[in-house]
């Protein structure tokens, strides 16, 4: 498959409980991001991968644990979540995150509702 | 702090009929800017960015650092255009792409 897949693409969890969304990217690229999309609200930037090393956590929660084995893949780890962290997770990834063209390819999503 | 406006949550107009997405932003540098799209059930992906001077599917981006604006324009809107578009920038030598919250267009037959 090519370009970049998440799992799942739906998913509802307890405050309790522990889950993690995942990401793969087939296109070759050095850099992968999380987004966080949720209603009436720009797409806010998580967490930046540059190979394989963590150059960006935008103030988030550690509830939140993002993980890049290699580049090619991308997990975000969910832990005691909030009712408020209910929204669209998007992944992206991208050629290489410094000197950046500006193009990611993103995902289409994993919908997490926290109940 | 950068920051992307992006004004209107709508704007509907009718085929044929100019269109103009308005987009503003914030910040002291140089920063590159673009234009994501999201057709209904497809991804987030680029439609063009200013650097490139390019018009893609009719559609133009002019930067105007006077106003700090790059809105997204194109003359004769058609129906296949409706879709959410997204104005975005790159604070320089940075690689985080900030999002402004989006406008849906809706192209009326």
């Known amino acids: 498959e090519t370009g970049v897949t998440q799992t799942p693409r739906h998913l509802v969890m307890g405050m309790t409980n522990k889950k993690s969304l995942k990401c793969e990217q087939h296109?070759?690229?050095?850099?992968m991001y999380w987004y966080k999309q949720s209603a009436k609200k720009p797409l806010e930037l998580m967490f930046v991968?540059?190979?394989?090393?963590?150059?960006e956590n935008n103030s988030v929660p550690s509830r939140f644990s993002p993980e890049c084995p290699n580049s090619s893949h991308l997990f975000l780890h969910l832990h005691t979540l909030q009712p408020e962290d209910s929204a669209l997770y998007l992944c992206?990834?991208?050629?290489?995150?410094?000197?950046?063209?500006?193009?990611?390819?993103f995902g289409e999503g994993s919908r997490l509702t926290v109940l | 702090a950068q920051r992307v406006t992006q004004p209107e949550k709508l704007l509907s107009v009718f085929k044929g009929a100019p269109v103009e997405l308005k987009c503003n932003y914030s910040y002291s540098g140089s920063p590159e800017l673009f234009w994501y799209v999201q057709y209904s059930r497809q991804r987030l992906q680029l439609l063009l960015r200013h650097i490139s001077r390019e018009s893609i599917k009719g559609f133009t981006a002019d930067l105007n650092k006077g106003e700090t604006s790059f809105h997204l324009k194109k003359p004769f809107a058609q129906e296949e255009d409706s879709a959410m578009y997204y104005c975005a920038l790159i604070p320089d030598s940075s690689y985080k792409l900030i999002f402004g919250s989006g406008t849906r267009l809706l192209v009326r037959p």
């Open positions: 991968y540059n190979f394989k090393e963590q150059t």
């Open positions: 992206a990834s991208s050629q290489e995150a410094a000197a950046n063209t500006g193009e990611l390819f």
């Open positions: 296109l070759g690229h050095n850099a």
